[in-house]
Structure formats: structure tokens, C-alpha cells
């Protein structure tokens, strides 16, 4: 009757105070696992949307600067060879990236080429009006090629542009891409992260490792850029936190922004490991204040249930003692309240 | 007493400890050695645009980077040997600046990498290395273009003299350039050229005084004696009046009419760039051959003004820097 009167109160009371303990605890490590999560996602990916604007700048800066060239008419307004030249060797002198210039007439045939590094090409009268760099160029007014490589190390992409006019041609701009490696490359993302860049199909354009970009390694099956390719682009929205993982396997923490004009998108991965740090050190923390909780509980719930079993004691040795027959002894219950007043 | 010895012993003992610790530390400092076929210049403007590419990267010669240059002051020969001494002194890579030293490094050492500047030829089709994307072997480095260059700077030449038709090229053995090239490009460009060795500085003055009137342009190839002896050619050039155009920016400086020549803060951070990646672990197979992609045209007007040769505007719009 003793023991059970104590363990019938003593061990729900343990479980409801720990239980509430527990619970609250692993409550608080899942939204820190959640914020934390979401606020590492966004710095990674506002590194993402600077690496993005930069790489827009250096693509806009081009197209820029052959959107003049290419709304110079041909035919009886137009200009001579010469000022097309002239202003093509302008061209090269402002933009280091783009090595050569050719312009197309409106029917599509090569009239000039000027390049930094071969002899320049005055009228060769080769037909490109078949050409995606033309076709494409009339249809939307600019044309980005896929990615290729000069010689398999150097990246480049031919840019072209149309005029818009009846009598206006297309420029067409071969740009090297080193300076987006060099965007990529400088990205500092903690200690193990980086910054990669992938075209609309999901093949790598600029990465800080090279050589998986000369690969030309097709990064479609990563979980992270398949969200990212079904994943609205609206800038102001939630941001998508996606665990995916990188090309070894290794669970990563990943971030990305999309590079417009040319629907490309730079990723920003932090392995898991380094991304949570913070985390599991708060993860423990609350593991240790639950378990010192677990044990201030426990004595206070004993020490609680003794208070209320003891009196009780008292009264039922007392009562026990009446029932024998002896009416005139006190029962000694000093708690100030009702059992004491059921003791007098 | 003898607590002063003890505490003597004892300050003996921490000192020796320190310098110790010191002299670990600068071991531990990585040594990039590099290798050139030329003569030690002052100021070292190549040099200093690599240090100033590797600062950007974190590093600092003498902190956590060390270089140790050699010079074969022209003599090609000695090259071998002070590549071994760089090997010997452990270097953690070599910086071979031109063919003949990149020769000498890799007869010195399969194991060490080496990074290869300013090479003039296709390194694919010189037989270098297997492929641009993964070089092979201990090699990696920077093509500087110039043979492929050989029709551009004939073009720039005729740009600036419209009446050109006869050009000297003015080489010597050492210049290894490819003649099928030039002649390519001259006939393209409706040129009909003159070789000119220059074997002996002694003869310069000769061999630029029989094509005298002969020529009404002469282009310059690379070669280490030509480049120590820049400023001398130009000299005989501008006497001769002979306008000359020449591959490095420095060739300008001295009195050549202008250069057309890789971008020497390209190649720079190109380098720092290599130099970076090797010393944090990556293998040179894994870095690929990189090519110079931004040139730089130096016009030298003085010259100019003493030939009496009127610089065009296409010429004048594209140059990078003019020498007034």
C-alpha cells in the first residue's frame, strides 16, 4: 500500500514534467534545424545572385556594346567597310573578352570579320543565313550558342544580334568565358563550399575545379538542379532549401540564382556537414538541458510525492490506532492544510 | 652562483629552442624555383606582375611563398644545370619561362611539376602534351600564341605602311619560329619576305645595312640575344629607316615602331593562378594548358616621328599604350 500509493504518483508526475521536457527540446532543435537551414540557404544564395549579376553584367556589357554595331544599316544609307571596321576594332578594344567580330548582311552573307588573332576577312561572301547565329538572331534579336571550346581548354559562346531593321544585319561577337570562371572561381563559401555555374540543360559551364568543366560533365541528375529547374524564379520569394548532393555523393546544402538572359543558373553548395556545425553544437546544448532537466524533475518529483505520501502515512498509522481503540492520542500532521486539518 | 648559471643555461636553452622553431618555419615556406634563359633585369616588371597576381590570391613572397630564380644569362647551355640545382633544392614546382628552359626542367624532373610560360608553340602539335584538357606527364602552363600571331602582326605592319611590299624578318636560330607560318601569312597578305639571321651581335650593323632600301618593313622574332640586344637593333633599325615591328612590349620601349604581345597581366594572374592551385594539392594532369587570349598593341611614337611614318587611325584606335 506504501510503495504504491508513491509509485502511483511519483512516476506520471516523472513522465508528464520530462515528457514536456523532452518534447519542448526536440521542438526547439527542429525549428533551429529549420531557421538555420533557411537562413545558411539564404546567404548562400544571395552569393549566388551576386555570382549571377556579375556573370548578367559581363553578358549585358557585350550585348551592349554590339547592339550599336548592329543597328548600323547596309545597303545605300548604310556606312562604308571601313567605319565597320573601325568601329569593330573599338569593340575589341573596350570588351577583352570578345576575340572576333563578324558582320552579316541582311541576307546573311559574311561581309567582314575582325579578329585579335587571324588576319581580318573583308567580303567573303560566306553564306550563314541558314545558321542558328543568323536565323536565331532574326527571330529574337539576340542569340546565345551553347558553350563550346576553342582548341578543347578555352570556353567560349558566340553572341549575335540583329539590328531590328529592314536593312540592318546581324554581329556576331565570339566571347571567351574565362571571366566567368573567374567569378566562379573567386566565390569564397566557408571553408568547403563553392560555386558552380550550369546552362539550361544542366551541364557544367564554369566550376573551380577545370577539369570537370572541360569534361563536359552533365550534372542534370543532381536533386538540387532538378528542383532548381521546377522551382519558380521569382527572386522575392521563399528561398528553396534543397539538400541534394555533390558529383562524389556527399549530402550538400544548396542555393542557386538564375543568370537571366541566358537561362543558365549558378549553384552555391556547402557540404551538409560544415552547413549544420552550428547546428549540432545547439543540438547538444539542448540534449544537455534536457537531461539536467530529466534529473531536477526527478528529485523534485520524489521529493514532492514524499511530502504528500508521509502525512498520509501519519494518518493512516493514526487512523489504524483509533480503530485499535485508542481515542485519545493526537495525530501529528503539520502540513497547514487539509490533511492537517483532517489529523485535528 | 650557480642559480645564474642554471638561468643562464636556461635562457641558452630557450634561444636555441626559438631558432630552431624558425628555422623550421622558413623550411616549411613553399619554394617556387624558376627558370629563365635570360639576364637578370631590375626592375623584374614579369616577376613583380606575378607577385602582385599572387597577393590578390593570399600570398606573400617571403611569409608564406619563396621564389628562387635562375638565369642562364643567354647561355642556353647552362640551363640543365641550374635546373638540377632547383631540383636539388626541393622546390615545390618550377616556373619555366620559354621553350629551352621548359627543355631543361623536364630533363631535370618527371616528378615536379612544371608550369611553362610563354611558350611559343602549339603544345598539342609540338608533341608536349597528349591533350589541352589533361596535359599528361608533369606539364602544364600557358601557350602564348605567337606563332599563331605571325599573319596579325604582318597585318598590323602593312595597316601602318600602306606602300608595304618587301618585309625583312629579322631572326636568329634560337627564334625556332615555324617559316611556314610567316610565309602563309605573307602571301595572304600579298607580302614578299626576307629572312635576315642575326647570329652575332657584331654583325647587326651589317646584316641591317644590306637589306637597307632593299625593305620597307621588317618584323622582329623572339629570341632571348635578340630581346638582351633590343634596344641596339632598334637603333640600327631607326638608322636604317626601317620601320620594325617587334612580339614584346619591351622591344616598343626600346625603340622598335610597335609590338603585338600576349598580355603581360593576363600571363601573370594566369600564372599565379597555376602556382595556386599546385601548391594547394591539385596534380598538374588535372590543370589544363591554358592559351593567351588578350594581346596588347604598343605603338612608339618617337619612333614613328623619327622615320616619318604616319600612324593610321585603325592603328591608333586599338593601341593599348602609346609611347610618346
Known amino acids: 500500500m506504501r510503495r504504491g500509493l508513491f509509485l502511483k504518483y511519483s512516476v506520471p508526475l516523472l ?74 576594332l573599338r569593340l575589341l578594344r573596350h570588351v577583352p573578352s570578345v576575340t572576333e567580330v563578324s558582320h ?149 546544402l544548396s542555393a542557386f540564382a538564375p543568370i537571366a538572359p541566358l537561362g543558365w543558373m549558378v549553384f552555391v553548395d556547402l557540404p551538409i556537414g560544415e552547413a549544420l556545425a552550428p547546428l549540432y553544437a545547439s543540438a547538444w546544448r539542448t540534449i544537455v538541458l534536457v537531461l539536467v532537466g530529466l534529473g ?49 | 652562483m650557480i642559480q645564474r648559471i642554471r638561468r643562464l643555461a636556461l635562457g641558452v636553452h630557450l634561444l636555441l629552442w626559438w631558432v630552431s622553431v624558425q628555422a623550421q618555419e622558413a623550411n616549411s615556406v613553399p619554394i617556387v624555383g624558376v627558370l629563365r634563359a635570360s639576364s637578370p633585369v631590375q626592375p623584374d616588371p614579369a616577376m613583380a606582375a606575378i607577385l602582385g597576381s599572387l597577393r590578390s590570391l593570399g600570398y606573400t613572397e617571403g611569409v608564406n611563398i619563396r621564389f628562387e630564380q635562375r638565369f642562364a644569362d643567354r647561355h642556353v647551355e647552362r640551363l640543365p644545370q641550374l635546373a638540377d640545382e ?82 625583312a624578318v629579322l631572326y636568329d636560330a634560337a627564334s625556332r619560329h615555324a617559316p611556314a607560318d610567316l610565309e602563309a601569312a605573307g602571301k595572304q597578305l600579298g607580302l614578299q619576305l626576307r629572312f635576315v639571321d642575326l647570329k652575332n651581335p657584331k654583325e647587326y650593323a651589317g646584316a641591317i645595312d644590306q637589306i637597307r632600301g632593299k625593305v620597307q618593313g621588317a618584323t622582329l622574332l623572339f629570341s632571348p640575344a635578340l630581346f638582351d640586344y633590343r634596344a641596339k637593333i632598334a637603333t640600327l633599325a631607326i638608322e636604317a629607316g626601317l620601320p620594325m615591328r617587334s612580339q614584346g612590349r619591351e622591344f616598343a620601349v626600346a625603340g622598335a615602331l610597335m609590338s603585338y604581345a600576349p598580355d603581360r597581366e593576363e600571363v601573370a594572374a594566369r600564372t599565379a593562378y597555376f602556382i595556386d592551385r599546385l601548391l594547394r594539392g591539385a596534380k598538374p594532369v588535372d590543370l589544363p594548358f591554358e592559351e593567351g587570349t588578350r594581346f596588347k598593341l604598343t605603338v612608339n611614337m618617337k619612333t614613328a616621328k623619327a622615320l616619318g611614318v604616319k600612324i593610321p587611325e585603325s592603328i591608333l584606335l586599338r593601341a593599348d599604350e602609346v609611347i610618346r
Open chain 1, 104 to 252: 552579316l548582311d541582311p541576307s546573311g552573307h559574311e561581309q567582314l570579320r575582325v579578329s585579335r588573332l587571324a588576319i581580318d576577312v573583308v567580303g567573303s561572301g560566306q553564306d550563314f543565313s541558314n545558321d542558328p547565329k543568323f536565323k536565331q538572331a532574326i527571330a529574337h534579336k539576340t542569340y546565345f550558342s551553347p558553350v563550346y571550346f576553342r582548341k578543347e581548354s578555352e570556353p567560349y559562346m558566340t553572341i549575335a544580334l540583329s539590328g531590328g531593321g529592314e536593312d540592318t544585319g546581324v554581329v556576331i561577337a565570339e566571347t571567351n568565358l574565362k571571366f566567368i570562371w573567374d567569378v566562379v572561381a573567386a566565390m569564397k563559401v566557408g571553408t568547403g563550399g563553392y560555386a558552380y555555374v550550369v546552362d539550361a540543360q544542366g551541364r557544367l559551364i564554369a566550376h573551380p575545379d577545370i577539369s570537370l568543366v572541360l569534361q563536359k560533365t552533365d550534372l542534370s541528375a543532381l536533386q538540387q538542379i532538378r528542383a532548381a529547374a521546377s522551382a519558380p524564379t521569382d527572386e522575392s520569394g521563399p528561398v528553396h532549401v534543397v539538400v541534394g548532393t555533390d558529383l562524389k555523393g556527399h549530402e550538400v
Open chain 1, 296 to 344: 531536477i524533475s526527478g528529485i523534485a518529483s520524489l521529493v514532492l510525492v514524499r511530502r504528500m505520501v508521509t502525512p498520509i502515512k501519519v494518518l493512516q498509522a493514526g487512523a489504524a490506532r483509533l480503530g485499535a481503540g485508542d481515542l485519545d492520542q493526537r495525530i501529528e500532521v503539520k502540513t497547514g492544510d487539509e490533511l492537517q486539518a483532517l489529523g485535528d
Open chain 1, 15 to 88: 513522465f508528464l514534467v520530462s515528457g514536456a521536457l523532452v518534447i519542448s527540446g526536440l521542438v526547439q532543435i527542429y525549428f533551429s534545424y529549420q531557421e538555420n537551414k533557411a537562413a545558411l540557404a539564404r546567404i548562400q544564395r544571395e552569393k549566388a545572385v551576386i555570382a549571377a549579376v556579375r556573370i548578367e553584367q559581363f553578358v549585358r556589357e557585350v550585348e551592349h556594346q554590339l547592339a550599336w554595331i548592329a543597328q548600323t544599316p547596309w545597303g545605300s544609307r548604310g556606312v562604308p567597310l571601313d567605319q565597320r571596321r573601325l568601329d569593330s
Open chain 2, 86 to 167: 632547383l631540383v636539388r633544392m626541393n622546390v615545390k614546382m618550377i616556373v619555366a619561362v620559354n621553350e629551352a628552359s621548359l627543355l631543361a626542367a623536364k630533363q631535370a624532373t618527371t616528378t615536379i611539376p612544371i608550369i611553362v610560360i610563354a611558350y611559343d608553340h602549339d603544345p598539342v602539335a609540338a608533341g608536349l602534351i597528349g591533350s589541352r584538357t589533361r596535359p599528361g606527364g608533369n606539364v602544364t602552363g600557358i601557350y602564348s600564341r605567337q606563332t599563331e600571331l605571325a599573319g596579325k602582326r604582318l597585318e598590323v605592319l602593312k595597316e601602318t605602311l600602306p606602300g608595304l611590299s618587301q618585309v
